[in-house]
């Protein structure tokens, strides 16, 4: 049978280009591909881009205070939010425009559509167009919820920030994971009123207990108010604001409540299930290794297959798809010792297992070093850095690295080849310093502060 592509793909974000341009590029593949919002995706129109811009924006007010502790003469200036939303805008539309040339420049034939499965090798687009594919891949994505609450819809979610107007004066932000300790301390250095609401014991759940403690110790610092065990129990229209009760009896009024209470994947209405698909119980796609779902003509990557939900990790899906599918290599995507960074404020990244995780697998020592940062403390403030290693007794290897610190992110990149190479303590330890650094603590640990 003759079809009209050998690949459609359904969801222009990063992974889905990545495999549409892979396939068509090395893979000599005819592509198609639809994208109903806006090309790229999550993480270039209302999610990562965007959300570090507004971090980079949101630290200058502490930047500005500390330039004048190392002498610099500064008059007090204030943020101007419709100025930078517009640039942000503008920077969204020029990487929307690159991504547009690189699928162009691949060969892959786009169409700004929604597109939903007919059968396991027919797509229709919200045109009318009808299209048949050898291949088609689904990488729609996944969406914010609102969680099932009176009144919820009051509030907004992570999509909606990048477009408001103006700045609340003040918000409650509800939850504990990225999204809402990201936004807090943005907001926070925007000089927004922020107050958080998580339901659980410490935020950031699954993450080391250490370098968690020292992100809300951070936040709090920072003026955050923040509120572990606590939920909204009610929320209504009151007064111009939204006023709040909360589970644990506290009541407020706020000009704005953000939601960054999880997210779910994009396969309602997409004729996943009239196609055969299984859906898991998240409503996530269900894939082998190699991103197959159980019709073989279908595959999927991710956030929509709810496995590690991050933007880097999409993109290596996508390529491995398309290497298996088009360039007869099989390849399955790793992901194991995947690091990642939270940028909150303080800066948290992670590569690895949690002294928690680690010490219910193996026998284990833990390196620690809380410390403050040279840079940081000569201009006063009391921000404390954290380094900590989890290494196996038995083998000397590294299984973890938790860093809290400003440029966390930058530093676990580097960590992380050496982990992902199995690196040992022993190896840290015969790597000479970089002097002065906050980094060098990594290799300057000389004893445990914890064994199992
Ligand atoms: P998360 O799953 O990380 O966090 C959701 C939070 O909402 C949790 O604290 C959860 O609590 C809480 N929650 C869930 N339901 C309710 C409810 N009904 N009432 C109150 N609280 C609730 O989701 P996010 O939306 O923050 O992020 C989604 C994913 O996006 C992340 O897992 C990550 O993979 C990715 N991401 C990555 C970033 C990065 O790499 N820097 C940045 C942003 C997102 P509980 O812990 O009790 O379940």
New binding site residues.
Partial sequence: MAFDYDLFVIGGGSGGVRAARVAASEGGAKVGLAEEYRMGGTCVIR??VPKKLMVFASEYREMFDDARAYGWDLEDGAFNWSKFSGRMRDELDRLEGIYRNLLTNAGVTFYDARAVLKDAHTVELSTGEVFTAKHILVSTGGH?TL?ELANADLGITSNDIFLLKELPKSILI???????C?FAGILNGLGVQVTQY???AQIL?GFDDEARGVVAEGMREKGVDLHVGT?IMQMEKRDGGIWIKSTTGRECTVDQVLF????TPNTAGLGLEEAGVEIGRWGEIVVDKYSQTNVPSIYAIGDVTNRI??TPVAIREGAAFAETVFKGNPVAPDHDLVP????TQPEMATVGLSEEEARDIEKIEVYCSSFKPMQRSFAGRGDRALMKLVVSKETRKVLGCHIVSDHAGEMIQLVGIAIKMGATKEDFDRTVAVHPTISEELVTMKSPVRTT
């Fill in positions: 999610g990562c914010p969680p509800v939850g504990g994971g990225y999204i809402a990201e998580y339901r659980g759940r939920n960054a209470t999880g997210r939900s991050l990642s960074a939270i940028f």
